[in-house]
């Protein structure tokens, strides 16, 4: 005859065994999800150029973008929120590889379907665009979206726009 101990251990290690398989399955199900589901993005372009100045040895732009995006399709069961952001990249003599976070949004699982719509008109970047030096005069600057997938259970994954249709601009090659 067992004891009450041996009988309650072997009902929570049962119970933590089917806790781990249903978590094992629930990561499963999420496999591949990305690249089948991606958010249509129709429209991400710099709106206006508000200032290139040069403060404490670095050059800093500050602009405006319109961004239309619809990212319902990245949502699943699983999907927790996603962290949404538009990245700047150019390059420079000193750096060739230059990438910037400029806006960012976190859209929750829970949000109504309107705010899963991205659809935002001249937006001011949230983050100034900033560089090491005073090097951002004359550069071509690529906008592309990105989005982090937090899951309820499993791991953390990244999806960006597609390759060849970020939007390129050129800054001033004189400050404003």
Known sequence: MHTVWVRLNAVVFFGLTVLLCLSILAALSKFNHAARHQPIITKLALNNMKSLKNHGGVDRALLSFDLQADMTPAFHWNIKQLFVYVIASYKTDTNPKNQIVLWDRIIENT????????????????????????????????????WDHMPLTGTLFVGKQKEGTESTFELPAEYL
């Open 111 to 146: 949000d109504p379907p309107e705010k899963k719509i991205l659809n935002e008109k001249n937006v001011f970047v949230k983050y100034g665009l900033v560089d090491q030096g005073a090097e951002l005069r004359g550069k071509e600057v690529e906008l592309s979206l990105h």
